[in-house]
């Protein structure tokens, strides 16, 4: 990615971000974290990583992944006034799940650290 590219995408990021938090109300999504935008050269698209930031699984992560497709028109919408470019990408949300992964990896070794004390 180039240095234009990656300026845009965290303020492609940001703005999502606040949007998400400021005027979007479909209760699917909830909370959610937007951990990096990637943003196609021609700024034709962006691909916006997003992981649950309380511990859902299934369904109920299934359910923000379709809220926050249906937010894209809007957000992009709202996106064509906050970027300073004459394209806006239309907005792909995928499911990153690192965050959880790394909780889960966290929460793994304070287990073993607790059962290395016991000993």
Known sequence: MSRRTERIGEEIRAEV????REEVTDPRIGLVSLV????APDLSNARVFWSAIDDREGEALEGAGRGLRSAAGFLRKRL???LPTKRVPELRFEHDPSLAAGSQMLSLMA????????E
């Not at 971000?17 to 998400?20: A, K, N, T, V």
């Not at 990096?36 to 943003?39: C, E, T």
């Not at 287990?111 to 016991?118: D, F, G, M, S, T």
């Open 36 to 39: 990096r935008v990637d943003v």
């Open 17 to 20: 971000s606040r949007l998400l």
């Open 80 to 82: 064509s006034s906050a």
């Open 111 to 118: 287990e073993l650290e607790r059962e290395k004390k016991k």
